[in-house]
């Protein structure tokens, strides 16, 4: 089958070969979105008179079933068809010939796959962000039912002062919080419609690119149509730097997971179901989704880089370069989703053991706790801290293994609600509703 930008010299099928690479399978995730972003387009194109009504209504109805068929996962990029693009074409014009070659005016298969990686990877956001949030208050739930268990704090993997499992829960929540500024920032840079840029010069047809863009539920255009290409790689980046952030977080709580689960610290145990057993030793519950976690949230970190290296080095302009971005960048998301799930399943079900401190060799993290009460007492904190340092030397120490922390974020002050506040103000900003309400809107029978 001829691609279509194929003259009269047909393609060397090795090179045709190495030029397609993966585009075909990553594709398949745009097909729903391409669609999206054809119906929208071709509305426009009636709108200043080059397509007909009757045949804006013909081709916005077999659309509309191609969607449906993407939508559940039943879409084929057909043997010879060479990306999402060409086999949407093609489907319409089996459909309703020469009137299905139309849809194409006024656009390039540049802006066309800039326009379906923005719409898929706002989608994406939106279930990362989610997911994300049920872990945050999965965290936010366990910090408040731990609230009051002691556990010591480490420095240097040393015993330091006493810590509690509201304070270690909620402090990967709190984090989540903080990473979804990233996330946010970055669905607002990748929620703005390149469509109408072409091949990165405009279009000297007279586009109306705010319909467009109303259309499809963007916050507004990129404006300057030769950026709107530049961003190609861009916007990855940015997108990615967000999953890495997340990515991070999860990656650090599986590690004090693995950590803590262990007999050497017995903090924790992991539900059965969760763990996988050794060929050899019939004792073993080893915490393989966490360390996997682990792996793949560590990967995910690495993905920022890997986009810098493809695109770092390009002038402006379209390269082809561009296309192995999509490689690394799609799949990525569902990896993380995954990640996402497993932990928030897991910290969910999670035992924490109530009686860590019984055991005497956590006694010393109590030593600040005494400090401070001889330094309320009127004693000058260096006299206090060295009279301290030698009932420890001389093996005397002793202090009741309970806190009274009050200050804002300390073991008895948790300030989950507050949070909880910071991660619902972020929550609404990313304006979710907006898109999904516009694209309701164009699916519309």
Partial sequence: ???????????????????????????????????????????????????????????????????????????????????????????????????????????????????????????????????????????????????????????????????????????????????????????????????????????????????????????????????????????????????????GTVSKLAYDACLFSSQNFGFITLPDDCTTGSSIMPHKKNPDVFELTRAKCNKLQSLPQQIMMIAGNLPSGYFRDLQIIKEIFIPAFDELKDCLRMTAYIMNEIKVNEHILDDGKYDLIFSVEEVNRLVLEGMPFRDAYKKVGMEIEQGHFAHPKEVHHTHEGSIGNLCNDRVGELMRQTIEGFDFPKAESAEKALLKE
């Fill in 1 to 247: 089958m001829k691609k279509l930008w194929e003259k009269n010299v047909s393609v060397n099928e090795e090179i045709d070969r190495f030029t397609v690479g993966r585009d075909r399978e990553m594709d398949i995730y745009l097909a729903k979105y391409d669609v999206l972003g054809s119906m929208a387009h071709i509305t426009m194109l009636e709108s200043i008179g080059l397509l007909a009504k009757e045949e804006l209504d013909s081709l916005l109805a077999v659309l509309k079933e191609i969607y449906r068929t993407a939508d559940n996962g039943l879409f084929v990029i057909e043997e010879g068809v060479e990306d999402v693009h060409s086999q949407v074409e093609l489907l319409l014009t089996r459909r309703l010939g020469d009137v299905g070659k139309k849809i194409h005016s006024g656009r390039s298969r540049n802006d066309q796959v800039l326009l379906d990686l923005k719409l898929f990877t706002r989608a994406q956001i939106k279930e990362v962000a989610e997911l994300t949030d049920t872990l945050f208050h999965t965290l936010i739930n366990q910090s408040e039912r731990y609230r009051n268990v002691l556990m010591p704090g480490y420095t240097h993997l040393q015993i330091a002062m006493p810590s509690s499992f509201g304070l270690w829960m909620g402090a990967y929540a709190e984090s989540l919080a903080d990473d979804m500024l990233f996330l946010q920032a970055a669905y607002k840079m990748c929620n703005r419609n390149p469509l109408g840029s072409a091949a990165g010069y405009g279009s000297s047809f007279p586009l109306n690119r705010t319909m467009t863009t109303r259309l499809l539920g963007f916050d507004s255009l990129n404006y300057n149509v030769v950026y709107a290409q530049m961003g190609r790689g861009k916007m990855e980046r940015n997108v990615a730097f967000a999953l890495a952030t997340i990515a």
